[in-house]
């Protein structure tokens, strides 16, 4: 099976614009989570979303949103972006609901 | 809440010895899942091993295996026979039967000497 596929790999945006990041499960897999890594905050927990619902979400501002397709595909989306949104954001996909696998995550830069 | 403490922000380790790295957890929940994972410098996060915690036997993959100490609130993984490919930052992670998302400890960043 082909694993968790990300896009793009890298992304440089401008302070107040916005962005939309994507993510593919695995086949069959039905769960995505989405992660932000940062040097100082290390990795923290943003959002999952279960058949097209998002199930639980971090404690991130309203500006990071998401939503899932029925193909399970996902897309976050970060809103008027701030120089300390960026990191690497990883997806991960579940299909049992305990491991996860990830992706190999999106580099975003805003300057 | 839950948390996850990894104390040893870096280790070292001669090529084809073993290393031990540490993880202490918290969380008031009876069913959970732990983890490690490892992150190359690559960037992609990649699940190393993970141990329920209703099973009393550690879970053991190839040269990597965990001694969970449940009562403690312990986890650790033991790399043996390490090889140069097994450095990377290693994350200890954990998951609550009825939740989705993982918490992760602050890392260990792992050296392997040749």
């Known amino acids: 099976k082909a694993g968790v596929t990300q896009t793009p790999r890298y992304l440089i945006k401008t302070r107040g614009q916005q962005v939309t990041l994507s993510c593919s499960p695995i086949?069959?897999?039905?769960?995505v989570s989405w992660y932000q890594q940062t040097p100082g905050q290390g990795l923290q927990f943003l959002f999952e979303?279960?058949?097209?619902?998002?199930?639980n979400k971090g404690n991130f501002p309203g500006r990071f949103s998401g939503r899932q397709f029925s193909n399970s595909r996902s897309e976050m989306n970060v809103s008027t972006l701030e120089l300390g949104d960026s990191a690497l954001y990883l997806c991960?996909?579940?299909?049992?609901?305990?491991?996860?696998?990830f992706g190999p995550g999106t580099r975003l830069t805003v300057t | 809440a839950q948390t996850v403490t990894q104390s040893q922000p870096e280790m070292s380790v001669q090529e084809a010895e073993t290393v031990t790295l540490s993880c202490t957890y918290d969380?008031?929940?009876?069913?959970?899942?732990l983890f490690w994972y490892k992150q190359p410098p690559s960037r992609q996060m990649i699940l190393v091993i993970r141990?329920?915690?209703?099973?009393?036997q550690n879970a053991t993959e190839n040269r990597f295996s965990v001694n969970f100490q449940k009562a403690a609130k312990s986890f650790s993984l033991k790399i043996s026979d390490s090889q140069l490919g097994d450095a990377a930052m290693y994350f200890c992670?954990?998951?609550?039967?009825?939740?989705?998302?993982?918490?992760f400890g602050e890392g260990t960043q792992l050296t392997v000497n040749p």
């Open positions: 141990q329920e915690a209703y099973k009393q």
């Open positions: 992670a954990l998951k609550v039967a009825s939740g989705s998302r993982l918490t």
């Open positions: 086949s069959g897999h039905r769960s």
């Open positions: 979303y279960f058949s097209e619902t998002q199930r």
């Open positions: 969380t008031s929940e009876s069913d959970y899942y």
């Open positions: 991960a996909s579940s299909s049992t609901g305990s491991e996860q696998y």
